[in-house]
């Protein structure tokens, strides 16, 4: 049974401040992210200028302590920005999402004078973060990672690769997962090691073709003997898997929150599409079946974005039932996307399968929301051993 | 029983400003139906022509000659006048126009006599107890009736709601001493500049064709300029627009521009949001032009077409142009 | 450079729900409040300013219900250093004359050099507690100004007043009231650091007590103003819509203003 804290905040609304935040950030989406998207998703490309825009209005600020020149790490306050981010363009509120995923080992295992190097940079966004876990033999079994990271002296020798990494290609620090003991029970082969790119050994050997979320570089990383020095080691040898397990309790809301920003998104389209579209004598929002559909869009956002919003404040009070809220919420939020963006472009009808509407590529980039960071099987796994506990 | 004031505010070229002549319409009708005499003050520089113009509306123009009402801020120099007269004559209501001068002064006069005020007057009636003031309020939504707990107050009077007529007889003029002590600071009137682009002030047009967001840019204005040209009217906007940078903020209709009562409204790109819609939704005609068929001006338009304002625009004109040949 | 900004929470105007309590006072727990249009943009210009001048403190003033610190928040988040906020359940129900004094009085306690308010609110339009408040501080009121341009060294300020042909230029020395409008350019949305950093800044409550005034002569019980009745405004009549071609339209507008003697 979830648990609540005396630390939970008492209030189901959002704080002026978190408002303020909320609609600080929508400005900006509306004014200098929409209109860059469909031409982002149409070349593939980074948008290094949006990038450089985040870090300008201290939005990738959002997920860093105070004290390194952030704005206090609150997930609420995050998914919030991720959320408005992602109504616009799930590409640019990936490069948000993806600054605070890289970051998390180090914030929550890294030792004092590890984060006073490194997350300076990362608040201002000179420095991007990529977060290196999965491999092309082990994308949901974490534990079946391969890549190795051996002792020599003061540093650490990596060897491997990494698939699937979202921004590999523009990052300036990779968070990355090697096994360190192979001799050790599954949960205490792998450690975390921050590498500082480009370095001897490292290169980009792929960058995939994807269905969505095509302005965000997902990358194939080769480590050929990468050297690391003993200092880049987050957390102590055999940490990694926790590491990664504690990290996904707090960067699976932001996932949700860009799903939910789609969803949201996808409806404004064919919501203002079915109040001008007119058939039969009438706009076709006042179809029934069309307006049912809208109605179960709305609703189903709606629900997700409750939900995400519950996750994040019960996360951030340090909830003993993260690993489910956290499941949960990327579930929920996931699976509204897709069918809400689905919804859409049925809405929009021959319109929906075009270039011209956006709520194609808002389909298109939904997917992955079901996908990463934890497949939506996985995170019924957590959710469910949640509830059942383990069979002792 | 008291007299009811009128204070004339300056219009330009020294003589009586449009507000103060309905105004002064609105309380002289007010007199009648209440028995009051009513009386109209002016203070100026040179009060002659504003009281002239005054006594052809009113029965008796009190006049005060103050050289600073020029050379200081008028407001400032006028209210220790009619602070000090009210002193002495008690009246039981001051009239005063809610344009910048009016509410100015009222603002002043209330702090140094201590009356309340009662704001954008559509109408008054006389209670018992002193003026019943109607208002309109919440963007339109809701009329108000309201009076001073006092009996006594201070009343400024909407523009563009009273028909300024005049009496038909002539009032006389008699002029006061000037107060020699003025309570308020002055404020020193540097210069007065004339902007080439202040057209026309659109409180007094006829018409007034308007744009807002969908006029899309300066350049859009292009064919609302042409429109109002062509009908003989002026040119209006929203705040939208204003603040797009896209047109002066001198055109500005709504809640935070000005209040218009034209006899023909036309609105083209304009959603007919509140805050805009308080600005002229009692023009005697509505007009308007939107791709949006369900945006809210269509509620309270008279006539509302659906389409594009450009294609719509460049055709009326058309077709206005063959009518006049 | 110390400006005073006065700031009114107002019942957002966009909600078109405002109503009267059943009272007849204004409901401001029916809608959301935020800050009055005008007083954001005569903020924005005293942030200009202190930041043009390389120094600079701006103090927020409100005289508002009890949850006003939520409202001032933004106005904090944009630049402004602190908030003085006069609160007193006695206050409710206060009429514009009354208004004028308590303010007038919160700002006997204060050091400013100018202090700026927006010309009007969105709630009442009258216009009138700027120029009340000037009067009673016995400071020149400057009003309509659409730019506002200090000269710190010579303790004057220039301000252009609005007027129907253009505008005057107005002069006067220092300390001032300015009456701003629109012109004065569009307040900035509040950065994020600006609404992270607004939690820290302090707002410091005061009652009518710690001004010193009492309470019998001022606020609601003793209002100059009483609303009598409400009704509700006459409805136009029906709307016509024309669909079709822009020459269709063009025709029925040209017929409309024919049948009614415009043209």
């Known amino acids: 049974m979830p648990v609540v804290t005396a630390s939970t905040p008492p209030t189901y609304r959002l704080t002026e401040e978190q408002t303020l935040l909320r609609d600080a950030v929508r400005v900006i989406a509306d004014d200098l992210v929409a209109p860059r998207a469909a031409e982002i998703d149409r070349t593939g490309e980074f948008p290094q200028d949006l990038r450089q825009l985040l870090a300008a209005q201290d939005i990738l600020a959002l997920p860093f302590p105070v004290e390194h020149g952030g704005l206090g790490g609150e997930l609420l306050s995050l998914c919030l920005a991720i959320e408005q981010l992602s109504r616009a363009c799930a590409t640019t509120g990936l490069i948000l999402a993806v600054q605070g995923l890289g970051a998390l080992p180090l914030l929550m295992a890294g030792t ?19 977060f290196a876990l999965t491999e092309a033999e082990a994308g949901s079994d974490a534990s079946a990672i391969r890549t190795r990271a051996v002792r020599d002296g003061d540093d650490y020798v ?7 990494i979202s921004h590999g290609s523009v990052a300036d ?6 096994v360190t003991d192979p001799d050790a029970p599954r949960h205490a082969r792998l450690s975390c090691f921050v590498v500082e790119v480009p370095t001897a050994g490292f290169a980009v050997t792929r960058l995939e073709h994807k269905m969505g979320l095509r302005g965000s570089p997902t990358a194939e990383l080769a480590f050929d003997g990468v050297r690391v020095p003993a200092a880049n080691l987050v957390g102590d040898e055999g940490d990694g898997f926790g590491i990664a397990m504690r990290t996904f309790d707090r960067s699976r809301p932001g996932i949700a929150a860009q799903a939910v920003g789609i969803a949201q ?3 404004e389209v064919a919501s203002a599409y079915a109040t001008e579209r007119r058939q039969f004598g009438k706009r076709i929002g006042d179809l029934q079946m069309v307006a049912a559909m809208l109605a179960d869009m709305d609703a189903a956002t709606e629900a997700a974005r409750q939900l995400l919003y519950k996750a994040c404040v019960e996360i951030d009070a340090g909830s003993p039932d993260a690993s489910r809220w956290s499941a949960m919420c990327k579930l929920v939020a996931g699976d509204a996307a897709m069918r809400v963006t689905t919804d859409a472009v049925q809405v929009l009808g021959g319109y929906g ?12 980039d939904a997917k992955i929301t079901q996908l990463y960071e934890g497949t939506q099987q996985i995170q019924r796994l957590v959710v469910a051993r949640a509830l059942l506990g383990r069979d002792d | 029983m008291g007299a009811l004031w009128v204070v004339a505010e300056p219009g330009p070229d020294g003589g009586l400003a449009r507000i103060s002549t309905e105004a002064a319409t609105l309380v002289r009708e007010l007199g009648v139906a209440s028995g009051r005499e009513v009386v109209g003050i002016v203070v100026a520089a040179d009060p002659a022509p504003a009281a002239a113009d005054l006594a052809s509306y009113l029965p008796l123009v009190l006049t005060i000659a103050d050289p600073a009402a020029t050379s200081q801020t008028w407001s400032a120099v006028a209210a220790g006048h009619v602070a000090a007269l009210l002193a002495s004559e008690a009246p039981d209501a001051v009239f005063v126009g809610a344009g910048a001068d009016g509410r100015d002064l009222a603002g002043a006069v209330s702090a140094l006599t201590g009356l309340g005020v009662l704001v954008n007057a559509t109408a008054v009636t006389w209670t018992e107890s002193g003026p019943a003031v109607e208002m309109s309020v919440f963007g339109g939504r809701l009329l108000t009736t309201s009076g001073f707990t ?6 400024t009077v909407r523009p563009n709601v009273t028909t300024a007529s005049p009496a038909g007889t002539v009032g006389r003029v008699e002029a006061r001493t000037a107060d020699t002590t003025t309570p308020l600071p002055a404020v020193r009137v540097v210069d007065r500049v004339s902007e080439a682009g202040a057209a026309a002030p659109i409180e007094e047009a006829r018409v007034i064709v ?4 969908g006029v899309g840019g300066a350049e859009g204005f292009g064919i609302v300029q042409q429109l109002a040209d062509t009908l003989g009217g002026a040119v209006g906007a929203t705040r939208a627009a204003v603040d797009s940078g896209w047109i002066a903020y001198s055109q500005q209709i709504g809640q935070t521009g000005k209040i218009v009562k034209p006899e023909l409204y036309l609105a083209l790109g304009i959603s007919g949001a509140i805050q805009h819609k308080v600005g002229m939704r009692t023009s005697g005609a509505i007009v308007a032009v939107n791709r949006d068929a369900d945006a809210p001006i269509a509620e309270f338009a008279d006539l509302f077409v659906v389409g594009d304002l450009f294609e719509v625009g460049a055709a009326l004109l058309e077709r206005l142009r063959a009518r006049s040949g | 450079m110390r400006i005073v900004v006065l700031i009114k929470p107002v019942p957002d105007p966009a909600s078109a729900g405002e109503r009267l309590g059943p009272d007849d006072r204004l409901d401001r727990a029916a809608v959301p409040a935020v800050v009055n249009g005008n007083d954001e943009y005569v903020l924005e210009a005293a942030l200009k300013l202190v930041e043009a001048a390389g120094e600079g403190e701006i103090t927020l003033l409100s005289m508002a219900p009890a949850n006003a610190p939520e409202t001032l928040r933004k106005a904090l988040a944009m630049g402004a250093h602190r908030g003085v906020h006069v609160t ?5 129900g206060s009429c514009a004359a009354s208004t004028a004094r308590v303010l007038a009085a919160a700002l006997h306690e204060l050091e400013y050099d100018m202090v700026f308010a927006g010309i009007d609110s969105s709630d009442g339009v009258g216009g009138i507690v700027p120029a009340a408040i000037a009067a009673h501080l016995g400071l020149p009121y400057l009003s309509y100004a659409a730019r506002i341009e200090p000269d710190m060294a010579g303790r004057t300020v220039r301000v252009r007043r609005i007027s129907p042909t253009g505008y005057d230029l107005l002069e006067a020395p220092l300390p001032v009231v300015i009456g701003g409008t629109q012109a004065l350019g569009e307040p900035r949305y509040p950065s994020l650091k600006g609404i992270m950093a607004a939690r820290g800044k302090e707002i410091v409550t005061r009652s009518l007590a710690d001004l010193g005034l009492d309470s019998a002569g001022i606020g609601g019980n003793a209002a100059t103003t009483a609303v009598l009745g409400t009704q509700l405004p006459a409805a136009r009549g029906a709307t016509e819509i024309v669909r079709g071609s822009p020459d269709d339209g063009a025709a029925r507008i040209v017929e409309f203003l024919a049948e009614r003697r415009i043209i």
Do not use: C, N
């Open chain 2, 210 to 213: 308007a744009g807002g967001r």
């Open chain 2, 150 to 155: 006092g009996g006594r107050g201070i009343v």
């Open chain 1, 265 to 267: 998104g996808a409806l």
């Open chain 1, 173 to 178: 620090l990779i968070t990355v997962f090697a």
């Open chain 1, 158 to 164: 990596i060897t491997g690769a990494k698939r699937f």
């Open chain 1, 353 to 364: 399968y075009i270039e011209e509407f956006p709520v194609e590529r808002m389909m298109r």
């Open chain 1, 112 to 130: 004092t004078e590890q984060q006073a190097r490194w997350i300076p940079r990362l608040a201002s966004g000179e420095h991007l973060i990529a």
């Open chain 3, 88 to 92: 007193d359940p006695a206050l409710a």
